[in-house]
Structures are given as C-alpha cells and as structure tokens.
C-alpha cells in the first residue's frame, strides 16, 4: 500500500500546485502503516507540514469508509470545499476509481422542514411572535428554504438570529424519524447521512462522535478507522458533550410544550414544578451573587435546590409515561409534535435524576450569570477507551499534541494506554476479545514543520515585568505591550487569557497610542471570531485584542501579524470548576495535579497561541510572552520545550529594534 500511496500522494500535491514536504511523506506513510496494519497512531505535525493532505490521501488509498472529525468549524469546511474537491479528480485518475467524500453533523443543524411548515405553534415559534424584529429573518429563511438544491446546512444559510434557526429545527431526541414524518423524503438530515452512509470519507465534529461514543448510540455511518484532527481538543470537546445542563429556559419550555399537547393534571403539575424550580434558582442564584464564596464548584446538591429538582423529574417522568401510552396518535403533525415533546421533557427527566444522583466521578457547578447547573465527568478517558479505541484505528493529529517533548498527557486523556497505564485507573487490567484493538499499541511520531523557527522568529520573554496577578495585566506588561506594538508598526496579535485582561489593555492601549495611526481591533462578547480576524489580516496596521478563541486556529499569514503577544501562561483558572476537579482527584490519589493536569493544559494552550505567527515560509516576527515566571519557574523548560523552538531572549531593545526593522521592510515594499 505504502507504494500506491506515495503516488496518489505525488498526485495530489501536484493538483494543488504544492511541493513535496518530507513531514508530510513520513506522516502519509505512517497513516497509510496504521490503516493497513490496524493499530493506533498519535502522530504531530507542526504547522506547514500539510498534514490535511498525509491523512486525506492514504484515507482515500485505503479503500474502506473512513471517519474524519475535526474540532472547529473552519478545519471542517476546509476539507470539504477546499482540500478534498481540489485533489479528488486527480486521485481518482491515479487510483482509477470513483472516489466520494461527505459532511454530516447533528441533526440540529439542518433545517427541519416539518417544524417550519407545521400549523402547531410551539414555545420556539412563539418567540417569533413576541419578537417582531425576528419577522424578516425568519421570512428569509423560509425563502431560502424554498430554494431547489439547499443542503438545509445551518453554515450554507442565510445569517439569521439563533432563535429563528431554534424555531425551525430540531434536537436529536426531538425528531420524529424519517418513516413518521410526512417530510421524511425531503429531510435534509436524513438527506445527508444517506450521502455519509455511502462515501469514502465522512467528515464531523468532535461533538457529535463524543456524544456517539458516550452515549453508545450510533448517530454516524460505521467505519473502518476513525482519524481525529485538531486532537489536542478532543477530550474537553467530549466533556463539553456529555456536560448536563439544567436550566429554567429549558424545563419552562418542556413545560409549555407538555401543556399544548397534552393539557390535564400531568401537564398542570408539570408547570407548577417549573416556576418553583425558576423561583429556587433565581434564589440560589441571588445567594451566590452576594456571597461568591458559593460560587463555582458544588461538593453536592445545595438544599434548597434539591425539592424542586426532584419535582420536575417526578412531572416530567408522569408526562413522559403518558405521552408513551397516548398511541392513538396518527396525524403526522400531532405525531411530530409529541415527538419533540417527548424528547423535551425525556432530556429534562434524565438531566434531573442525574443531578439528584451525582457519582464521586462527576462535578457539579453553578454558573450564576447565566442561572446554570452544569454537572459534568471528571474523566472521560476510559468511556472512550472503551467505546473508540478498542472498536476501529483512531488515528489522533494536530500540530500540538506533545508537552515537553512527550505524548503522555495526551495520550492518557484521550484513552489510549502508555507505558503500561491508562491514566485513569492503574489497577484495572483490561481484557480485548477477539477482534477488538489494543488501547495499548499505540505509535508516537513528531514529524517536526518545514519551517525555520529559530532564523524566522524570535521568541521574547523579559525577566523584569512582575508576576501577573488576579486583578488583570501589570501596568508594566501593558508599558510593555505598547512599546512593542509601536515598534512593529501595529501588526500585532494579542492574547490574553481572560475577558478582564481584554479589557484592560483596550483600555490602555486607546490613550498610549492615540497619537499613531493604529486601528484597534478588540473583541467583544459574543462576537464571530471570523469577521474579527479578516478585518485584522486585511489591515496591515491594525492589532487586535482577544480571548481563548483566538488563541487557535487563526491562519493570518503575511505582514498583518508579525507580533504575538501573550499576557499570561494560560493556566487555568483556580475557580475553573472541571479542571480543579481533575487536578484535586490527582492530588488526592498521591500525583500533582498542578504537574498532571494543570501544566499540561497551559502547554498545549501555550504551544497552540505562539503557532499563531509563522505560518508560512516568508513569515517572520516575534513572539512576547509578557509572564515572567516562564523563566523564573522550575516549571518554565516544560514549557518552552512545548512551543516552536524560536531563538530566545530577554533583551527587549533588541527586539523592539528587529521589529522597527521588520516594520520598515514592509513599509518599503508597500505592505
């Protein structure tokens, strides 16, 4: 295989007018290696390797349906409207065979054809009502609806408010199956997993295989491999998953949804228990805004908050009985409806049983600005041990996957078994039958990146700027940030590792560089990440602020970035509910949770926001970590060994004079 595969591999770099790349051979070979000899591959590849091509070829290559599920949304569409079409005609003459590559994701995110047409009004649809500036919105959707040839995709539609897409889709548990629903032959999401059922490749999410693999539930066509890309998220994309969540919002719409189909005494009840609970939350809510000791982190059920629970659980468990017994039921809109109620109130049920019954490996938090009880797994390595790794190859990518030159943090999250442990319970001694694939054989590779990180970045990190504390950024890290950003000429990407510190540097930066013409970018709330960074990459002067979501996944090659700035290492937060968890049990059972699960995660968040700035061949710049205890810490060389290896140093006149330089050059050439 390995010789056929070198030549599609040839042909297909060709068809995109690239060059051959030696990470990008050695990667392909070892995909091709584990496909064809079934075992694992955990496999790195720093930016500019091309990696997308050195698992898509050998996927292809290979013969059987193969599964590729991405983290963001960009990645996704990347392969499927880009890298994919561009090599597809090519491949195909080399292989000398048809060859087929789908997209499926959740059913929430395609339209639902019978919600939008139904004579049923619902709590979604109200919404609508009650909001007349939703009206053109939601008339635009319908025409777009209309339109012969839509995938009904809620990334090919017409930008409209979160609520009028809500208004016209469907959760999972909510959708009535094809063979019910008088639309089940126009659905655009059976539509879709038809065409996943029969291609070569099927491209996802994370979410949606997270929430396949924990719930053991098939949602996505089966496979003979499963490739994971942008890997080092997969563990926190499959908690995020399978997190619980309760809320006033969701048992007040299961409620009315329940009273509009089944009117009676169950429905009845079924509303009193949700303003009692709306009332206890608000409460509890009210308590933790005025003492923030209570916030975050809940050792169990406060007691004002269990009654209620218990309450709604105990209503919409009758509703739900009822809705099973009511089997007269054969309008198809009558049966759509209970459908989505029954899924509605079956989530709320479940939701609320679980809170009432946390287990010693879950976590349980409340988040008072949004009125949410979260509860969530500590760990989710062995479910997916269990239900991923020992049923097809999984082969794990990313260009950050390592911390301090060792795949074992990451591996142990994800699963897989190192070193003779499997991170999570060094006792159990698992057993495969016969077919199943050992957890246990596993190969590691660094492929490395075609660029010169020493000769085209420099990596700045000065010793005097103070340790940075809770209340945001240091005036002297602020002093810092400015000075380097009027040496770069604007140019500059600055990260920060929380709202507070955005904050405060806007602020700062609008009075000390009044006097340049400097366009500020700053991140707000809410906002689309994609919009902010095309408004920064087409402005060569400009800067902008930003958060965690900015610290991955920005390609802004080129003259508009050639200075990183970092605020912080990216630790996370001592209230940060989950992860203070993780690291407490690691405590508790004799490791470090400070060595095992919060350096860990500061690496590869770290490594993940200085990628940000070479990302080509001509790239140059700097990268400014403005956190002294990188090099006053034990704990700094882990994480200097987890970032591109740029020449280093403390001296910030020479690096205010490289980037005045570097300035200059662009300027002359008119960029």
């Known amino acids: 295989m390995i010789e056929k595969m070198r030549k599609a591999l ?23 290696n584990a496909l064809s000899n079934r075992h ?8 500019g390797t091309g990696k997308s091509l050195a698992y898509l070829v050998p996927a292809l290559v290979h013969g059987k349906k193969v599964l590729v599920a991405t983290a963001t949304l960009a990645l996704q569409r990347q392969l499927v409207e880009r890298d994919l079409p561009k090599i597809k005609g090519a491949l195909e003459k080399e292989l000398g065979r048809e060859l087929t590559f789908a997209v499926y994701k959740g059913v929430g995110n395609y339209l639902c054809l019978q919600k939008m047409n139904s004579a049923e009004q619902d709590p979604d649809s109200e919404v609508l009502l009650e909001i007349g500036s939703l009206e053109k919105d939601a008339k635009r959707l319908r025409a777009w609806a209309q339109t012969p040839g839509i995938s009904g995709d ?34 655009f999401a059976v539509n879709a997993k038809a065409k996943a059922q029969t291609a070569d490749v099927v491209v996802t999410n994370h979410t949606l295989l ?31 998953a399978v997190t619980e969540e309760l809320t006033v ?31 206890a939350l608000t409460d509890f809510a009210s308590d933790v805004r005025s003492d923030p000791t209570k916030a975050g982190r809940l050792p169990e059920l406060p007691s004002q908050l269990e009654a209620p629970i218990r309450k709604v659980k105990e209503c919409a468990q009758a509703v739900v009985a009822l809705i099973n017994a009511d089997s007269d039921v054969i309008n198809p809109d009558s049966m759509a409806e209970r459908a989505r109620v029954k899924g509605a109130t079956s989530e709320v049920q479940q939701t609320a049983t679980k809170m009432l019954k946390p287990s010693g490996h879950q976590v349980m938090w409340f988040e008072p600005t949004y009125s949410t009880l979260y509860l969530a797994p500590l760990s989710v390595s062995q479910v997916l041990r269990a ?17 301090g030159k060792s795949f074992d943090a990451i591996a142990k999250s994800i699963g897989f078994v190192v070193n003779g442990s499997s991170g999570e319970d060094e006792d159990s001694e698992d057993e495969f039958e016969e077919g199943e694939i050992d957890p246990a054989n596993v190969q590691m590779l660094d492929v490395g990146s075609p660029f010169d990180f020493a000769k085209q970045g420099a990596l700045y990190l000065p010793r005097d700027i103070p340790e940075p504390g809770r209340d945001g950024p240091s005036s002297e890290a602020l002093t810092e940030l400015a ?5 770069a000429g604007g140019r500059t990407l600055a990260l920060f590792s929380s709202w507070r510190g955005v904050e405060m540097a806007d602020e700062y930066l609008r009075k000390a560089l009044a006097e340049l013409e400097i366009p500020i970018i700053t991140q707000r709330r809410g906002d689309i990440v994609g919009t902010l960074v095309e408004r920064f990459a087409k402005d060569p002067k400009s800067i902008l602020l930003g958060t965690i979501s900015l610290w991955q996944g920005i390609d802004v090659p080129g003259p508009s970035c050639t200075l990183v700035a970092i605020d912080r290492i990216p630790f996370p937060r001592p209230d940060e509910p989950v992860m203070s968890a993780r690291a407490a049990e690691a405590d508790a059972a004799g490791g470090s949770g400070f060595m095992q699960v919060s350096l860990p995660r500061a690496a590869l968040l770290l ?25 006053t810490k034990r704990y700094g060389s882990v994480l200097l060994n987890s970032m591109p290896p740029f020449w280093r140093t403390s001296d910030g006149a020479v690096i205010r004079e490289s980037l005045k330089r570097l300035n200059k050059d662009y300027l002359e050439a008119g960029k």
């Open 10 to 32: 040839d042909a297909a770099v060709e068809a995109i007018g690239g060059q051959p790349r030696e990470g990008q051979i050695e990667m392909a070979e070892a995909v091709a």
């Open 40 to 47: 694992h591959l955990l496999v790195q590849a720093g930016t």
């Open 154 to 187: 809620r990334d090919d539609a017409p930008d409209v408010d979160r609520r009028v897409w809500y208004a016209n889709s469907v959760s999972g548990r909510e959708c009535i199956g094809k063979d019910d629903c008088a639309f089940g032959s126009q659905c």
């Open 210 to 240: 997270a929430i396949e693999i924990v719930d053991s539930h098939p949602i996505l066509p089966e496979r003979d491999a499963v490739i994971l890309d942008e890997a080092h998220e997969f563990m926190d994309r499959t908690t995020q």
């Open 249 to 279: 919002a969701r048992v007040e719409r299961a409620a009315k949804m329940a009273k509009r189909h089944l009117p009676g005494k169950a429905s009845d009840a079924f509303g009193k228990a949700a303003d009692v609970f709306a009332q």
């Open 387 to 403: 239900n991923l790794l020992t049923e097809t190859p999984v082969i794990a990518t990313s260009a950050t996957l390592s911390v």
């Open 483 to 487: 000075e380097l950003i009027d040496a």
């Open 607 to 631: 490594a993940q926001g200085t990628g940000r700035l070479i990302r080509s061949v001509d790239d140059r710049g700097v990268v400014a970590i403005l956190d002294s205890r990188i090099v």
